[in-house]
């Protein structure tokens, strides 16, 4: 039901903006030419497999958990996310292409934490990392938090999902050690 609430002319608004334009596009090819379509919001998500140097907070923090280099939180790491791994996510994706639904659904971990608290646990995850959380400048625009609510794929797709974020980081960290 969220309609977004977009800065056009910000500095994320290209990446903001093109979110709402795909589900536009993809309505109106469902409409006028009948497309059999589906419309997922994925949320934050991690796993195996991703660019070391994407710049993203759990991939960030596990590389330089194992290379021994500061963890970089932003800020006072105080913003919070909600982290899904990746076999939920696609797991997900799936039910959604399987289903009906063709409204938007919202797919992720709603199972929400402090960027401090991510740091803790990836460093807990790390036995003898000589890595010390260092605290960096707050990119502008940063959300303060983020948590799917996930109402309709419980309903819709009987899905919900499985791996903690416990389980998830760990098997990363096996992924990236190797
Ligand atoms: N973040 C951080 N250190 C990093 C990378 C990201 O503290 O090295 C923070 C970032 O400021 C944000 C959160 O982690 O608050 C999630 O960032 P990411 O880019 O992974 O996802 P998004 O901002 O799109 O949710």
New binding site residues.
């Given amino acids: 039901t969220y309609w977004g609430n977009v800065n056009p002319i910000g500095l994320r608004s290209m990446y903001d903006e093109a979110k709402r334009f795909s589900e536009a596009c993809t309505m109106a090819y469902h409409r006028e030419r009948k497309v059999d379509t589906r419309i997922v919001r994925i949320f934050?998500t991690y796993g195996p497999r991703m660019d070391p140097y994407d710049?993203?907070?759990?991939i960030?923090?596990i590389r330089q958990a194992l290379n021994d280099e500061p963890i970089?939180?932003?800020?006072e790491?105080k913003?919070t996310?909600s982290l899904c791994f990746v076999s939920d996510l696609v797991r997900g994706i799936n039910l959604t292409m399987e289903s009906d639904f063709i409204e938007p659904i919202n797919l992720g971990n709603p199972d929400e934490v402090t960027?401090l608290q991510i740091a803790k646990e990836i460093i807990d995850l790390v036995p003898g990392t000589k890595s010390k959380i260092t605290f960096?400048p707050?990119?502008p625009d940063?959300?303060r938090v983020?948590q799917p609510d996930i109402t309709r794929a419980k309903q819709i797709l009987g899905w919900t999902p499985t791996v903690s974020r416990t389980e998830g980081l760990a098997r990363m960290i096996e992924f990236y050690r190797d």
Avoid: A, C, L, Y
């Fill in positions: 934050n710049g993203r907070v759990v960030s923090f970089t939180v932003f800020g790491g913003q996310r960027i960096q707050m990119p940063d959300p983020r």
